[in-house]
C-alpha cells in the first residue's frame, strides 16, 4: 500500500475530504476523511467511487491540432498567435473564456488575470453561472457582498430546516446525512421540503410544499407579509441594520392570501402551517439550491428568502441564516477569484472604478476590463452570430449542459478558432476544438477549492501526470509568456499563485471587504502543501468561538453604509413564461452520476444505480397518453426532441415531468435533454432557467 494523501471530492459543493492511497494493483482506496470538519469521515456514493473513475481509457494525453497529435511548443504557440491576433484585429471582446465549477482557484485565478487584466475584457465565464450566478447576484444586493453567513453546524442547531428546491438527498448527500443525524437526536426538529416535485429528499420532511414551479417570490413575499401581521419584525435589528423594508413589505403584501393560494398551488391550510412554523420558532435554517437559482426570477427568489432573514434578524447566529448551498466543488473559490463575468478578483466590483485601479495596480497589469462581459448565454450567442472569434473551453462540456445545446454545438462548428482543454478526448465539445489541450485530472492536479460554508481545502497530487497533460493554470501561463505577459505569468507552482491571490485580498482592505486571507500570503511551499482546510474569515479573525466563523449577527455588512438591503421581490412577468406546450418539464440531477458523466459513467456500479436515461411521468398524463413503463417516450418542443423511457410515478404531479441532466447523446442517442431547454435567463444574473421547460409527450 502506497502513502495516504489527504485530498478533498472533486463533485459537490459539500467539499468532503477524502483519504486517497494508492494499492499495489495500481487502484486507489477511497475514505471519508475524520479529521475533515465539513463531512467527518463520510462520504456519498459518488464520492466513494471515486476509485473506479482514475484510469486512463478515453484520456486526451496529448495536445492535437485539428485531430492530429502536436507538441505542447506548437500548440502553445499557435492557441497565443491566434488569441494574438484575434484581439489585435477585432479587439480584446472579440475573444472569450468559458471555464468551470470543477477548475481548482489557482487556475480559475489564473484565467480571470490573464482575461481581465492583461486581454483586457471581462469575456470569462463559467459553468457556474448555470449553478448559482442568481445567489451571487442575491447575496451583492442584500449584503452588499457575495457572503454566505452560515455554516453547516446551522443546520445541526436549527429547529426548522426549510429546503428551497434543493433534493439535498440525491444532490448534496452528506449534508442530507448530517440533517438526518440530527433530526435523529432531535426528533422535534423539523424540515420542510419546497418543491414542486416529492423527490428522495421528501423521505425526510415533516412538511412538503409542492409548490408550482417558480412560485417561490410568492411562497416568501407570503411569508414576509405573515410575519410582519403576527409582530414578529425584529425592530431593532431592522433599525440598526438594514434599509428598505417599507418598500419590500409592500411589494409583499401585494398578493392577498387567496392569491397566494392560487399562485402556489398549495392548500390554504398547508401554507398557513408552513408561515406559523417558520415565524413560530428562532432558529430556522433556509437552505436554497438549484430550484431557486435557475429561474427568470432566481435573484428575486433569493432575495425574498432573504428578506424573511434580516425581518426577523435570524441571520449569522447559531442554527439560523439564509444559507445558499452550491451545486459544484469549487463554484465558491471561483467566485472569489472574480471567475464571473460581472465580477473582480478577491469579490471586488467590476463596476467600481476604485476596486479596478486596485486590481490593475496590484497586477501591474496593462489594462483592465471596464464593463461586465459576455455572461454564458450571451457568451454563445456572441460565438454564433461572429462576435466571439476565438474561445478558449476549459474543463466544461457546455454542447450538453447548456440551455439550447444544440445551438451551442451549432455556433462552435462555426467558430474560427475554439480551443478546448479537458481530460477527456471525445466529449461532445472536445470534437469541435481546433487545438485539443490535455488537463491534469482529480489525484493529478493540485491546488485549493472553496466549499459552500466557506472553507478552503487543498486538492492534493497524489497520481503521476499521465502522457503529456499539464495543469490548465500552466497552460494558461504558456500562453500569457507567448503574448508577452511572461513577468506577471511567472510562476513555478500552485503555491505561487495562491501566495498572490490571498495578497490581493489583503490589499488595501482594511476590513472594507469580506475576503481577506492576506494571512497566507507569505506561506511556504511546504506549508503550502500540508495546509488543512480553513474557513474564511479565519485566519483574520480571532477564532473563539464558532460564531467568529459566521458573518452578520451584528450587521457589518458590506454595503456603503454597513447596512443590509431589503428587496422589493417580484415575479417576472406572464409573457416571459407563457406556455405553449401542455407539460412542464423539470431537470436535474440523479443521485450517482455527475454533470456529463465523463467520468462517473467509468463506474459500473454508479451507473447500475440507474443506468439509463428517463422521464417521470404522472399516472393521470401517463394513462391519457397511452404510455406504460419502462415505454419510448418522445419529448418535444418546437427547439428540439429527445427519446427516453417512461418512469411513471406520482413523485411529479399531474401535468409536469422530470428528465436528469447527465446524458449525453453518445451515452444514449438522443437523450441531451437540454437541448430542449430555451436561452432564457434571470435578467439579473443571467442564470438560465434550466427547470420550466414548455414541452409535449408521446410515446415513441
Ligand atoms: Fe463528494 Fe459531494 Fe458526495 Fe461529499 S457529498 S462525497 S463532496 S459528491
Given at each position: 500500500m502506497g502513502c495516504s494523501t489527504k485530498t478533498t471530492c472533486p463533485y459537490c459543493g459539500v467539499g468532503c475530504g477524502v483519504v486517497a492511497t494508492p494499492m499495489p494493483n495500481g487502484r486507489v482506496d477511497i475514505k471519508g476523511d475524520e479529521d475533515h470538519p465539513s463531512n467527518f469521515g463520510k462520504l456519498c456514493s459518488k464520492g466513494a467511487a471515486l476509485g473506479e473513475t482514475l484510469d486512463l481509457e478515453g484520456r486526451l494525453l496529448s495536445p492535437e491540432i485539428n485531430g492530429k497529435a502536436a507538441s505542447w511548443d506548437d500548440a502553445l504557440d499557435l492557441v497565443a498567435q491566434k488569441f494574438k491576433q484575434t484581439i489585435a484585429d477585432y479587439g480584446p471582446d472579440s475573444v472569450a473564456f468559458y471555464v468551470s465549477g470543477q477548475m481548482l482557484t489557482e487556475d480559475y485565478y489564473v484565467a480571470n488575470k490573464l482575461m481581465k487584466g492583461f486581454f483586457g475584457s471581462a469575456n470569462i465565464d463559467t459553468n457556474s453561472r448555470l449553478c448559482m450566478a442568481s445567489s451571487v447576484a442575491g447575496h451583492r444586493r442584500a449584503f452588499g457582498s457575495d457572503t454566505v453567513p452560515g455554516i453547516y453546524e446551522d443546520l445541526e442547531l436549527a429547529d426548522v430546516i426549510v429546503l428551497v428546491g434543493s433534493n439535498l438527498a440525491w444532490c448534496h448527500p452528506v449534508i442530507y446525512q448530517r440533517i438526518v443525524a440530527a433530526k435523529a437526536i432531535r426528533p422535534n426538529m423539523k424540515v420542510v421540503l419546497v418543491d414542486p416535485r416529492r423527490t428522495m429528499t421528501a423521505d425526510i420532511a415533516d412538511i412538503h410544499l409542492a409548490v408550482a414551479p417558480d412560485s417561490d417570490v410568492a411562497l416568501f413575499n407570503g411569508l414576509l407579509s405573515y410575519i410582519s401581521q403576527q409582530g414578529a419584525i425584529d425592530a431593532d435589528y431592522v433599525a440598526r441594520h438594514t434599509n428598505g423594508l417599507p418598500e419590500a413589505l409592500e411589494a409583499a403584501q401585494s398578493l392577498s392570501f387567496e392569491k397566494l393560494v392560487e399562485r402556489t398551488g398549495l392548500p390554504a391550510a398547508e401554507l398557513s402551517a408552513f408561515y406559523a412554523l417558520w415565524t413560530g420558532n428562532e432558529k430556522v435554517v433556509t437552505v436554497y439550491s438549484q430550484g431557486v437559482?435557475?429561474?427568470?426570477?432566481g435573484t428575486d427568489k433569493v432575495n425574498a428568502i432573504i428578506n424573511c432573514h434580516l425581518a426577523t434578524g435570524?441571520?449569522?447566529?447559531?442554527?439560523?441564516g439564509p444559507f445558499s448551498i452550491t451545486g459544484q466543488p469549487n463554484a465558491m473559490g471561483g467566485r472569489e477569484v472574480g471567475g464571473l463575468a460581472n465580477m473582480l478578483a478577491s469579490h471586488m466590483a467590476l463596476e467600481e472604478p476604485a476596486h479596478r485601479e486596485l486590481v490593475q495596480r496590484f497586477w501591474n497589469a496593462p489594462v483592465i476590463a471596464d464593463k461586465p462581459g459576455l455572461k454564458a448565454v450571451e457568451m454563445f450567442d456572441a460565438v454564433a452570430d461572429g462576435r466571439i472569434k476565438a474561445i478558449w473551453i476549459m474543463a466544461t462540456n457546455p454542447v450538453v449542459s447548456m440551455p439550447d445545446a444544440g445551438a451551442i454545438e451549432n455556433a462552435l462548428k462555426a467558430c474560427p478558432f475554439v480551443v478546448v482543454s479537458d481530460i477527456m478526448g471525445k466529449t461532445d465539445t472536445v470534437r469541435h476544438a481546433h487545438v485539443k489541450l490535455p488537463s491534469l485530472g482529480w489525484g493529478e492536479k493540485d491546488g485549493t477549492v472553496t466549499n459552500s460554508e466557506r472553507r478552503i481545502s487543498h486538492q492534493k497530487k497524489f497520481l503521476p501526470s499521465p502522457g503529456n497533460a499539464k495543469a490548465d493554470w500552466w497552460q494558461m501561463a504558456e500562453v500569457a509568456k507567448r503574448m508577452g505577459f511572461g513577468k506577471a505569468f511567472d510562476y513555478d507552482s500552485t503555491a505561487a499563485i495562491f501566495r498572490e491571490y490571498t495578497a490581493l485580498t489583503a490589499f488595501e482592505n482594511n476590513g472594507k471587504r469580506d475576503l481577506d486571507i492576506g494571512a497566507y500570503a507569505e506561506i511556504s511551499d511546504q506549508d503550502y502543501s500540508a495546509l488543512k482546510p480553513f474557513q474564511w474569515p479565519a485566519p483574520m479573525r480571532k477564532m473563539q468561538t464558532t460564531q467568529d466563523q459566521r458573518f452578520f449577527a451584528n450587521g457589518g455588512f458590506f454595503t456603503v453604509d454597513g447596512k443590509a438591503n431589503f428587496v422589493a421581490a417580484s415575479e417576472p412577468s406572464e409573457s416571459a413564461v407563457k406556455a405553449h406546450y401542455p407539460f412542464t418539464l423539470n431537470t436535474g440531477r440523479i443521485r450517482d452520476h455527475w454533470h456529463t458523466m465523463t467520468r462517473t459513467a467509468k463506474s459500473p456500479r454508479l451507473s447500475a444505480h440507474i443506468a439509463e436515461p428517463f422521464v417521470e411521468i404522472h399516472p393521470s398524463d401517463a394513462l391519457k397518453k397511452n404510455i406504460r413503463d419502462a415505454d419510448l417516450v418522445c419529448i418535444k418542443n418546437g427547439r428540439s426532441e429527445i427519446i427516453v423511457r417512461a418512469l411513471i410515478t406520482d413523485r411529479v404531479k399531474q401535468g409536469h415531468i422530470f428528465v436528469p441532466m447527465h446524458f449525453t447523446d453518445q451515452i444514449a442517442a438522443n437523450a441531451r435533454v437540454d437541448k430542449l431547454v430555451a436561452p432564457a435567463t434571470d435578467p439579473i444574473s443571467g442564470q438560465p432557467a434550466l427547470k420550466n421547460t414548455h414541452v409535449d409527450i408521446a410515446k415513441y
Open positions: 437559482n435557475q429561474s427568470l426570477s435570524r441571520i449569522g447566529r447559531p442554527g439560523m
